[in-house]
């Protein structure tokens, strides 16, 4: 048993110093046909060749290099040179710049005509006058094709951009809801999307508009608005991180888009709620409370006629974002800003028939629960 045991340990020693040498011989690729920053100068005491240290030796005209060249391979580097710079391969003369410029140069055609030195080539740059730029000597890039380059591009560009899955599904829920609500509350949907209705400020009086957020029928149109907003939010809040922050490693993950999304909707649909009840407080401080159901009533006609557009620009958004995004950030921007803005604009209008805007209190109040709400909404969403 102890023989076996012998005879094993010594073909394991043995296995072993049979792959040291094999291993040794092995010389590592990128020595080979690479210039690295390994500069050395020249000790005038000894002689000798020591490592370049900048700052240190910055009155040295003259920097070596040790290198490994394979003249049946290109060994392309590029620099830059001024006039008069020379390089020599083992001290013989392979280059001499004539200008002032960038250059690039295949090492391997010159070293076949020069005797390597144990293996080696010492590359030597020297200029009369100054020391040579050795911060610039690097080994050349091959340039792209013009296909490459694109290809590349668009493969950045397209990673950079989250999966459209999340907003193809929304998008699809929300058409499934407003089909839903035009079968089951076909008076109410005529109601409130008849373009010829909209235009009738005596129809605030009538059908679900009467008493807003009263209903089931109400309730779930807000949610189909809801969803609308929040899905276009969502949408240029992560077109403006992919394009003003492109640096960024990471895009948004789907669950995160998802997670915004409901988010989002929940506001929204709060917000609208919260509306009516913000409208009521300041109506009581302002003396105002005859303006606040017809101002609420106009405010909700508005937002949910115009909101049956933005799952159209969605479409535009999951067609052209990745091809056109600063053009869609753009549209999906000024689609909610005039959403707002001409919700607004109509509140003004309709509460001016119930009651002069001239009057500065009314005007007053109309700043304190139209205005600077609209500037907070914009600068929260689109700026």
Excluded at 16 to 28: I, N, Y
Excluded at 55 to 62: P, V
Excluded at 139 to 162: A, D, G, K, M, V
Aim: net charge positive.
């Amino acid at each position: 048993m102890l023989q076996k045991f012998k005879a094993g340990l010594l073909f394991v020693v043995i296995f072993f110093c049979l792959l040291q040498p094999l291993r040794a011989q092995v010389l590592p690729l990128e020595q080979k046909n690479t210039i690295s920053t390994d500069w050395m100068v020249q000790n005038p005491a000894s002689g000798q060749l020591v490592p370049y240290i900048a700052g240190e030796h910055a009155n040295y005209n003259a920097v070596h290099q040790w290198l490994f060249i394979n003249p049946r391979q290109p060994f392309l580097i590029d620099f830059a040179a001024k006039q008069n710079l020379c390089l020599y391969l083992n001290n013989k003369l392979i280059f001499l710049a004539d200008s002032t410029a960038n250059y690039t140069l295949d090492l391997s055609a010159y070293s076949k005509g020069v005797d390597a030195v144990q293996g080696k080539y010492l590359l030597t740059a020297w200029h009369p006058a100054q020391q040579p730029l050795v911060s610039t000597y690097k080994n050349h890039l091959p340039e792209q094709s013009t296909e490459q380059r694109r290809s590349r591009f668009n493969f950045t560009r397209l990673s950079n951009y989250p999966n459209h899955t999340a907003f193809v599904v929304f998008v699809l829920l929300i058409g499934l809801l407003y089909g839903s609500l035009r079968t089951n509350f076909t008076a109410d949907f005529q109601n409130i999307y008849n373009p010829g209705i909209f235009f009738k400020a005596n129809k605030l009086e009538e059908g679900t508009l009467a008493k807003p957020i009263t209903s089931w029928s109400s309730i779930l149109f807000v949610i189909a608005f809801s969803l609308s907003m929040a899905l276009l939010i969502v949408a240029i809040h992560t077109n403006v991180q992919q394009v003003q922050f492109i640096s960024r490693l990471f895009p948004v993950s789907e669950a995160d888009i998802i997670t915004r999304i409901l988010f989002y909707t929940a506001v929204v649909f709060v917000f609208i709620l919260l509306k009516y009840l913000f409208l009521k407080v300041m109506g009581f401080i302002f003396e105002l409370e005859q303006v606040v159901h017809v101002q609420y009533n106009e405010f909700i006609r508005t937002i949910l006629f115009l909101g049956i557009f933005l799952p159209f620009i969605m479409l535009l958004y999951l067609g052209l974002n990745t091809s056109q995004p600063q053009t869609i950030l753009l549209v999906s921007s000024l689609a909610v800003s005039l959403l707002l803005i001409i919700t607004t604009l109509r509140v003004f209008i309709t509460v001016n028939k119930k009651a002069t805007v001239l009057n500065l209190h009314l005007f007053s109040y109309l700043c304190a629960t139209e205005v600077i709400p609209l500037a907070v909404v914009l600068k929260l969403i689109v700026f």
